[in-house]
């Protein structure tokens, strides 16, 4: 007879029955021989029986403390056992240990996936299929008004009714972000309107991730930028025009040897008037830019304002040319700022106030403490600024009266220039007008910090001796 030359391999419960029966068998035949010997086969059988019916029990004890174990199954709990026994338990153990483990590393990535998702400045919407809401980070609840606790499993287009937005749904055009407007109850319950832009990204078994971005203040930005450039081209676009329309006049008149000395006197007189114009307009922004670069610093020192006022009432004066009457009062009290962008923002006031109060006009300069406070305030008995207009006054080229403003060199920037100096100093502006019959004016008021009044200039400090 020919041997397998190798037996197949015996898998451990095979094996653990085999030794078990082998071991009960041997240890019963055993004690029911020496029974049977000492006091017949009748003894015997019985040894032999309860040695079977002992192991049963051995068994049976040892599947209970398996049983309570696995109810709590840890490595301190281990019920003591060797051999067999032993073997099954620690294998059980391990493999018990090791899918504890990988469900707990399975546990934590999800975990760690959804923090990550969370801190997600964007909104990311997981959709299934039928665009069910399978999930969705905070952001998103904020971006859509929808809860993640509410709104779970609810189809989306039931939710969010944009039409555009359920056409871009239905176009599934992956790649493609949609831009959309919504308009939202504020805080206060005014509505306000906001600028999203979305992008569905599709991925695994059909599903869907619905992105969006706030672009509002992003929006707000282009709008302000696109609005400067216009506005700056327009005012350049005059002077431009007048120049040119002069230099061709004179180039022709040059060729046909036709130019008169007088005319040419006066195309040159309205060509620097132009020019002068273009630079006071580009002076200006360059100010305003200097002034809106955060990272230029203001460099401080204490200002005699007192001495200021009155040197820019007197260049008033000079301005006005006998039309108004200007009176200063202006107390002791230094201020601690930047001169050059205090100056401006003062010589800003007061020449407004004289270019815009008609001959016969009254101003009013005053420099003092109010409740410890510094203020500086201009008042004028002009025709005085309709309320609708007050709150836009200090915006880039806004202007009431455009043909006054630019008869008189106005370039639209100077409350804009007022204002930002005054929110570098930690100060505001305040406008108010009156369009009564006799009671009409403006009044500018520049109002500063208590701590940024001082006596005098500080002396330096006196050496001890
Ligand atoms: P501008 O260079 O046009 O004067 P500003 O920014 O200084 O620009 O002023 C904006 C607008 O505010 C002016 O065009 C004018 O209509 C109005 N304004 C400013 N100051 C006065 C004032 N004292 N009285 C009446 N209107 C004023």
């Not at 397998?4 to 898998?11: A, C, K």
């Not at 203040?217 to 930028?225: G, Q, S």
């Not at 940024?452 to 500080?458: D, G, H």
Request: hydrophobic share 45%.
């Amino acid at each position: 007879m020919i041997l397998p030359s190798r037996l197949p391999p015996v898998s451990p419960a095979t094996k653990f029955l085999l030794v078990s029966l082998l071991r009960v068998g041997a240890l019963a035949a055993f004690v029911g021989g020496v029974a049977t010997l000492a006091g017949g086969v009748g003894y015997g059988v019985l040894a032999g029986a309860l040695i079977v019916f002992a192991a049963f029990g051995y068994y049976a004890w040892k599947l209970a403390q398996l049983s309570d174990w696995l109810r709590e199954p840890t490595a301190a709990t281990l019920p003591d056992a060797d051999g067999l026994w032993g073997d099954v338990l620690i294998q059980l153990y391990r493999m018990l240990r090791d899918e504890r483990l990988s469900r707990q590393s399975l546990a934590d990535t999800l975990s760690r996936f959804q923090q990550a998702a969370s801190a997600l400045p964007d909104g990311a919407v997981m959709l299934d299929n039928a665009y069910n809401i399978v999930w969705l980070n905070p952001t998103a609840e904020t971006h859509w008004d929808i809860s993640r606790r509410d709104d779970r499993m609810q189809t989306i287009t039931y939710l969010i009714r944009y039409p555009e937005f359920i056409e871009y749904l239905n176009a599934r055009q992956y790649g493609v972000p949609l831009t959309m407007k919504l308009t939202r109850a504020d805080v206060g319950g005014a509505p306000k309107e906001l600028v999203f832009t979305v992008q569905l990204v599709p991925f695994g078994d059909e599903q869907m991730l619905l992105l969006s971005r706030d672009i509002t203040e992003y929006e707000r930005l282009e709008t302000i930028r696109r609005d400067f450039v216009a506005n700056v081209s327009h005012e350049l676009r005059t002077p431009i025009t007048v120049l040119s329309g002069f230099l061709e006049t004179m180039t022709t008149a040059a060729t046909a040897g036709t130019g008169s000395p007088v005319l040419l006197e006066k195309a040159l007189a309205h060509m620097s008037a132009q020019a002068a114009r273009m630079q006071r307009l580009v002076e200006d922004l360059l100010t305003l830019s200097r002034l809106e670069d955060e990272s230029h610093r203001l460099a401080e020192a204490p200002i005699n304002v007192p001495e200021l006022v009155h040197a820019l009432a007197a260049e008033a004066e000079q301005l006005s040319n006998g039309r108004h009457t200007i009176s200063v009062g202006a107390a002791p009290i230094w201020l601690i700022g930047n001169r050059d962008e205090i100056t401006s923002a003062f010589s800003n006031l007061i020449t407004n106030a004289v270019r815009y109060t008609p001959p016969g006009g009254k101003i009013d300069v005053t420099w003092e403490l109010e409740d410890g406070a510094p203020l500086f305030r201009v008042a004028d008995s002009g025709e005085g600024i309709a309320p609708e207009h007050i709150p836009r006054l200090t915006e880039r080229f806004y202007r009431v009266d455009r043909g006054r403003s630019q008869a008189t060199g106005g370039t639209g920037l100077g409350l804009a220039i007022v204002k930002h100096v005054l929110m570098r100093h930690g100060g505001r502006l305040e406008i108010k007008s009156s369009r009564a019959v006799n009671e009409h004016g403006t009044q500018f008021t520049a109002r500063f910090p208590i701590a940024r009044a001082c006596a005098s200039e500080p002396r330096p400090q006196a050496v001890a001796a």
